[in-house]
């Protein structure tokens, strides 16, 4: 049932809205449960999506328990979003009712910004507007993400799948995807250069599988003895144990690359000192305290140590075009909805393989 929504805060508007439901957290020490919220009403260049299958990323654990601070609540997470378009806006011109569209990270920005008219949305200067947390210009609250029935998003936004990619394991593309994909882009990952992965997670198995796809000789590293077998499935040259020194000797000052996909404490300098002269390390992991950097990790070989985010939305569907080209998706757990708590805590202890996905139907039941 539609009915209106009236907010007097700066850039808010007086839109028809529409109660769904959703799964999200009222506080920081709270569980998820079950909540309502307002979706808007499409507007002319709106879709509204019914949400198929959305990702569970760290980010939302982060979010949800306000360890980024920040966090506005009720909070309603989920950025990796696969679902069939229910409703088009009367201008809305790339997409139809009943294709089926991904949304990620973003859901809007300023588009004007020198950063914007570069493709470059994630870095927008006047700051991007994220799936949820972000300020609503349309409803004046907050954005609500994934971890719901359906999402209202500007066609702009919207990202097409390829159609033999299976939609529940497509949908972590949309973060961890991208994430991964950006940096090995910008850094020219391919033929010739030899790149280490850091950390086997969510982000780090995707990084292994582009990386490779991309033609690179990829050398994955992983303080856990388990995971050995598992990243030479994924398509890992070779696999280094970082805890033995003999094993991160044979790679220091051979790296072209190295992705950091570690959000826990570590130590840099150990990753840093695997590059040659002129390479990159890029973190794409965020770890809560600052990780210490030795000058001489850098200076005596020009090596660089940069941060990478996700990417904008023209990259972000060049990288499902290029996961599509290459049959690359994310290797993923099912869960329901009623599963999120246990799997929030199950992600503290790395006890997934390798991303969760929900399937959103349990969240209509």
Not at 191 to 220: F, N, R
Request: aromatic share 8%; charged share 20%; with cysteine.
């Amino acid at each position: 049932m539609y009915g209106k929504c009236k907010n007097n805060r700066k850039g808010a508007t007086t839109l028809k809205t529409k109660s769904i439901k959703a799964f999200g957290t009222e506080a920081a020490k709270a569980p998820l449960k079950g909540l309502t919220i307002n979706r808007r009403h499409t507007t002319s260049h709106d879709v509204e999506i019914d949400i198929l299958y959305c990702g569970v990323c760290h980010s939302d654990l982060h979010t949800a328990r306000n360890e980024w601070h920040g966090t506005i609540y009720p909070c309603v997470p989920g950025h990796e979003i696969v679902g069939r378009i229910v409703r088009v806006g009367d201008h809305v011109s790339k997409f139809k009712v009943g294709d089926v569209a991904a949304v990620g990270c973003l859901v809007d920005s300023c588009r004007e910004c020198q950063y914007c008219q570069e493709d470059l949305e994630q870095y927008c200067e006047k700051g991007n507007i994220q799936t949820y947390n972000s300020p609503d210009k349309y409803l004046g609250t907050q954005t609500y993400g994934g971890y719901s029935e359906s999402i209202v998003v500007d066609e702009s936004f919207v990202l097409r799948v390829p159609e033999n990619l299976d939609l529940a394991a497509t949908a972590p593309l949309l973060c961890a995807g991208i994430t991964t994909y950006s940096p090995l882009k910008h850094w020219n990952v391919g033929p010739g250069k030899k790149v280490g992965v850091v950390g086997l997670g969510g982000l780090g198995h995707m990084g292994v599988k582009i990386a490779k796809a991309m033609g690179a000789e990829v050398i994955v590293f992983t303080t856990s003895a388990s995971k050995v077998e598992d990243a030479k499935r994924l398509g890992a040259d070779d696999v280094v144990l970082s805890k033995d020194e003999a094993q991160m000797a044979k790679y220091a000052g051979k790296l072209h690359f190295v992705l950091d996909a570690v959000s826990a404490q570590h130590d840099i300098n150990a990753y840093l000192n695997l590059l040659r002269v002129d390479g990159s390390l890029a973190l794409v992991g965020a770890p809560e305290l600052p990780l210490p950097v030795a000058a001489f990790s850098l200076i005596p070989f020009r090596r660089s140590f940069a941060g990478s985010m996700i990417g904008g939305i023209a990259e972000t569907q060049e990288m499902l075009d290029f996961c599509g080209k290459h049959n690359i998706v994310s290797d993923i757990e099912m869960i329901n909805i009623g599963q999120i708590n246990e799997a929030y805590e199950r992600l503290l202890k790395g006890d997934v393989k390798y991303r969760f996905v929900i399937d959103m139907a349990s969240l209509k039941k």
